[in-house]
């Protein structure tokens, strides 16, 4: 009786189990098989008043890792919307972004606390 | 300065219309302007330090602080609003007994919520994949920029309201139709098991950044999460500390209490760029 009045309600937790043993396993493969392979790494710096390269050339169909280097004196803010990436990077740091598989055709971004100061990835 | 001021603004915009869906969504709880008051206080600190220590704290997850932080606090974020959806679907009769007429505005409300959990939900799956912890799954599956901009301001509100993506990924994509899917099939269910398999869902999905998005299931226990797990832009942690401290507190004490409490993150959004800057 008990049983059926929670399989009713749709709470029963053992039709949730499989569900989510299947959602860990999938995460847990799709993590290592991202870090299995190391995706290359392409450089852009930051000076202050531009980037450079002011538009950079990356790869199609292949996941590869953007080096942001900050070489000014104040922080800025990777941001791309065409790529939904923003990564805070102080002064003198550097940080990488993963970005790709993309598709032939150009990507901006921008400093976000400078948004006047822009550049495209150009992927062919 | 002018740019500055544009970030201030496009902050203030986003976290307003937040704050205008819990202020709607409290309607009628007593203390709510304290709770509200609370929030916007712990927000700014919150903010506060997670601007202060940002570049610190960035290099403890060997260059992804910010990422892990950011997804962490936006899975929170997305657990309590589907917790909180889930649960005024099954609460809202009692709620509502006598007062007829606030019916159609808990209707309203509740699919605000939902879409709000779905946008954040995007946002999240961006940052995993932005560290490699999730795939994209193709970027810019369609391009709607040239009908709305999502940097003008009625794309920006859309983009809080619902998560609207000029360019969306494939995996934003799937995370917004997975948090609406989930949270309405959830919601007849217990909200326990709801948000068990939210976190257990965003946990399996995003392998390392796990152990992140636990916690936090009592009173206001987010905030001290946020706090001590801070490492970037204070928006965030701000957006979950006020959410996780103030959906618990209204499940607890039967929605009498406690409504959600945002301005925060807008104020700390600004602070948090500023004092970066």
């Known amino acids: 009786m008990r049983l059926r009045v929670i399989r009713n309600n749709g709470t029963n937790p053992m039709r949730?189990?499989?569900s989510l043993l299947l959602l860990v396993?999938?995460?847990a493969t799709q993590a290592s098989a991202a870090r299995a392979e190391d995706p290359p790494e392409i450089a852009v710096t930051f000076l202050g008043d531009r980037f450079e390269p002011t538009e950079i050339s990356v790869p199609t169909a292949v996941k590869f890792a953007l080096r942001v280097e900050n070489k000014s004196t104040v922080s800025m803010e990777w941001e791309s919307r065409a790529l939904h990436r923003e990564k805070i990077v102080p002064a003198g740091a550097s940080a990488k972004i993963s970005v790709g598989p993309l598709a032939a055709g150009s990507y901006e971004f921008f400093d976000d606390f400078h948004p006047k100061i822009r550049g495209h990835l150009v992927a062919h | 300065m002018f740019a500055v001021a544009l970030i201030v603004f496009r902050e203030t915009l986003e976290a307003a219309l937040i704050v205008s869906i819990v202020l709607a969504a409290s309607?009628?709880?007593?203390?709510?302007g304290r709770w509200i008051g609370a929030g916007v206080?712990?927000?700014i600190l919150g903010a506060t330090m997670v601007a202060l220590f940002a570049a610190a704290i960035e290099q403890t997850f060997a260059g992804s602080g910010q990422e892990l932080l950011n997804a962490a606090i936006l899975g929170l974020a997305v657990c309590m609003l589907a917790w909180h959806n889930i649960w005024m679907a099954s609460h809202a009769r009692e709620l509502i007994q006598e007062a007829n007429n606030l019916r159609r505005l808990f209707a309203v409300v509740s699919v605000l919520v939902l879409f709000l959990a779905?946008?954040?939900?995007?946002?999240?799956v961006s940052?995993?994949?932005q560290d490699d912890l999730l795939p994209t799954l193709g970027e810019g599956l369609w391009d709607t920029s040239f009908l709305l901009d999502e940097d003008g301001i009625a794309g920006r509100i859309l983009h809080t309201l619902i998560?609207?993506?000029?360019?969306p990924s494939g995996i934003q994509l799937l995370a917004w139709i997975v948090t609406i899917w989930l949270i309405h099939r959830r919601r007849n269910a217990s909200a326990l098991t709801v948000l068990a398999a939210i976190v257990?869902?965003?946990?399996?999905?995003?392998?390392?950044a796990a152990a992140d998005t636990r916690g936090g299931s009592g009173c206001g226990s987010a905030i001290p999460l946020s706090l001590s797990s801070g490492s970037t832009r204070g928006s965030l942690a701000a957006q979950s500390a006020v959410w996780t401290s103030g959906v618990p507190c209204r499940v607890k004490n039967s929605g009498r209490e406690g409504g959600v409490k945002f301005v925060a993150s807008a104020v700390l959004r600004s602070i948090g760029s500023e004092m970066i800057d």
């Open chain 2, 200 to 208: 257990i869902g965003i946990t399996g999905l995003s392998g390392p």
């Open chain 2, 163 to 167: 998560g609207y993506t000029a360019r």
């Open chain 2, 127 to 129: 940052f995993l994949s």
């Open chain 1, 25 to 27: 396993l999938l995460g």
């Open chain 1, 16 to 18: 949730l189990r499989p």
């Open chain 2, 41 to 43: 206080a712990g927000g």
């Open chain 2, 118 to 124: 779905a946008g954040l939900a995007t946002q999240c």
């Open chain 2, 27 to 32: 309607i009628g709880i007593p203390g709510r």
